[in-house]
């Protein structure tokens, strides 16, 4: 790919105005503008490194270094947090309601700002500027964070990942959303324009049940199986719809029953979260998004805790 295609792919998937991309890469806006109207290149090797640093960042690599991987997940699982502190801790929770309803949602299609979701969330406003069932969506996905971080914090009984327990959450995420929430599907599905094969829908449960004895497993390593069950549950697609914010409210509780900080994947790296996802599918291979969960868990970590006392 050339470093004009590159420059514009970042450009629309990162949100950046060209502006900060030109701050990021280093260079003027007038440089920068050159380079997207092709009547320049870049030819700087600092230019071109500073460009695929940041195409990898937006949309993945094919091939991740074992070192770089090695050194974010251990800095990643340094980042604690247990359900109990975060349901009692509330301007953390706040926030981190606040950017995981917003990022997760966006990721499926919702044209919400950040703005918008804190005030439906926080103030009970309704918005006449988005639909009602964007406005359902976050108040919908508040509601079934608030419930996993109950359940985790809830002492008095183990917690223990179960079919049943998935079809909660998708009842309380899909509610009023669709007619069959909580359900799983009973019919074949296919992802358009994805070369992953969805699970048999005859075999969900039996599927399910596996996936959920490998989380209720102990593990020696958080982010592997973070990454592999993710992407088993995904590759399952139980339910109709609302699969994707299911799974990253399962990653999102399985990290907290960890005791590991959440990774939330933002919007801007939808790419490279789809491209991860294919590779650890389709070829097993799980570093990609290994490497994403960690850098995310990294970068929820700092942007969360700014400010919080």
């Not at 030109?22 to 460009?51: D, H």
């Not at 971080?149 to 959303?177: E, K």
Request: proline letters at 3%; one cysteine or more.
């Amino acid at each position: 790919m050339t470093p004009h295609a590159k420059i514009t792919n970042i450009l629309n998937a990162s949100g950046l105005s060209q502006e900060a991309l030109a701050a990021r890469l280093g260079v003027s806006f007038v440089t920068l503008n050159s380079w997207l109207n092709q009547k320049s290149a870049p030819k700087r090797k600092s230019s071109l490194e500073k460009i695929d640093v940041l195409y990898v960042h937006y949309f993945g690599a094919l091939v991740v270094d074992a070192e770089e991987l090695a050194a974010k997940k251990a800095a990643a699982v340094t980042n604690r947090l247990t359900a109990a502190e975060l349901r009692d801790d509330r301007e953390l929770l706040d926030k981190i309601t606040l950017n995981l309803t917003y990022h997760t949602n966006t990721i499926e299609g919702s044209t919400m700002t950040m703005r918008d979701v804190a005030e439906v969330l926080f103030d009970n406003k309704v918005l006449k500027n988005h639909t009602a069932v964007e406005q359902r969506e976050a108040i919908n996905h508040q509601a079934a964070l608030n419930f996993l971080i109950d359940a985790l914090a809830d002492t008095s009984r183990p917690f223990r990942w179960s079919p049943d327990l998935l079809c909660a959450i998708h009842l309380r995420l899909m509610n009023g959303i669709i007619s069959d929430a909580g359900s799983f599907r009973n019919h074949a599905v296919r992802i358009v324009g994805a070369a992953v094969p969805l699970a048999n829908f005859m075999r969900i449960e039996s599927r399910l049940l596996s996936l959920c004895e490998q989380l209720n497993t102990a593990t020696d390593d958080a982010l592997r199986l973070l990454a592999e069950t993710h992407a088993d549950f995904e590759q399952i697609h139980p339910f109709s719809d609302g699969n994707g914010r299911t799974g990253r409210l399962v990653m999102f509780a399985k990290s907290l029953q960890l005791g590991l900080f959440p990774p939330i994947i933002e919007k801007e790296r939808k790419s490279a979260y789809y491209r991860s996802l294919e590779l650890a599918q389709i070829h097993g291979n799980f570093a990609n998004l290994e490497l994403l969960l960690a850098e995310s868990i990294l970068a929820t970590a700092s942007k969360t805790l700014q400010g919080t006392a």
